[in-house]
């Protein structure tokens, strides 16, 4: 009996905990479902309460952007202002600027004008100068090459007297300090006039280099055939070389024939010939532009 009871009881025992591990089971499904529902309640509430604050956002947003339109425009207009007063102001920098720069031009042409006269007027006056004393020469010239070629025999101190005054030579020491620097520093701009500007080029540039080129050519012939003559044929001590005259009253001309007193005229003879060179053809037209030149200067530039 009691080993039944004990049985029974056993039996009883397990089914009741299988009962209640199976109820247990079911409580915790039902547990797990309505947790899910709850969850996804949750989800959609917070779905529907992002999407319901979404909507105000994307408002605000599109509200700004319109309230902003204006204020972009307005700072547009301000940097066009501030481009226009910079563009304004270069350009009226460069304006001043170009004016300042005209005025002292005009300035510099005015300073160099006078110089370039007063530059003009020394060469002027070298030429006349140098024209005069050639001139005044061409008379002794003739005398002495036709009593070196004469029938009659020249005295000595004839001769002499003749031949040394007829014993220089003639450089041109010209001015052109003024023209090489406007030249060189590109200040002839400076001259509006464009005669002008072509007188001073063709006087400075073709006719004064001319002048000079013969006067060196009439230097280096004196140089080699009348100097040599001197030193072979006439005595130091019978004429004063500072004054070209003579200290002695009966000169000797050392080695003299009928053949050097021909050889002395043809030298002297063609000396005379480029001095007159010298003067007709390449002095005088330089001087006539001189004044030309001279006369243009003081017109445009008011000078006495």
Not at 146 to 159: E, F, K, M, P
Not at 200 to 211: A, G, I, K
Not at 254 to 280: C, F, H, P
Request: aromatic share 10%; proline share 3%.
């Amino acid at each position: 009996m009691n080993i039944a009871v004990q049985a029974f009881y056993c039996i009883f025992i397990e089914t009741l905990a299988m009962s209640e591990d199976k109820n247990t089971k079911r409580t915790l499904s039902k547990l797990s479902s309505s947790t899910k529902k709850v969850r996804q309640s949750q989800t959609a509430k917070q779905v529907k309460t992002s999407s319901d604050n979404k909507a105000p956002h994307e408002n605000s947003i599109k509200y700004l952007n319109d309230e902003s339109a204006p204020h972009h425009l307005e700072k547009w207009n301000h940097y066009l202002f501030e481009f226009l007063m910079l563009f304004l102001a270069v350009t009226a920098g460069f304006f001043v600027d170009n004016r300042r720069e005209v005025y002292m031009e005009k300035q510099k042409a005015n300073q160099f004008s006078k110089q370039l006269l007063a530059d003009l007027r020394k060469d002027s006056l070298l030429f006349e100068n140098r024209n005069r004393d050639i001139q005044l020469l061409q008379t002794g010239f003739d005398k002495l090459v036709r009593i070196l070629t004469q029938d009659s025999i020249a005295s000595n101190r004839s001769v002499l007297e003749t031949l040394l005054p007829l014993a220089y030579v003639f450089d041109l020491p010209v001015t052109t300090t003024t023209y090489n620097q406007m030249k060189s520093s590109g200040a002839l701009r400076y001259i509006e006039s464009q005669q002008l500007t072509a007188h001073l080029q063709e006087y400075y540039d073709v006719l004064l280099p001319r002048s000079i080129n013969i006067a060196n050519v009439s230097l280096n012939f004196y140089s080699q055939n009348v100097n040599p003559f001197y030193l072979k044929h006439i005595r130091v001590q019978d004429y004063d070389s500072f004054n070209d005259t003579l200290i002695n009253k009966n000169p000797v001309i050392t080695e003299r024939t009928k053949q050097t007193d021909q050889e002395l005229a043809n030298i002297m003879g063609n000396y005379r010939s480029l001095l007159q060179i010298q003067v007709v053809s390449m002095n005088n037209p330089a001087l006539d532009k001189i004044k030309e030149t001279m006369k243009i200067l003081r017109d445009e530039y008011n000078i006495d």
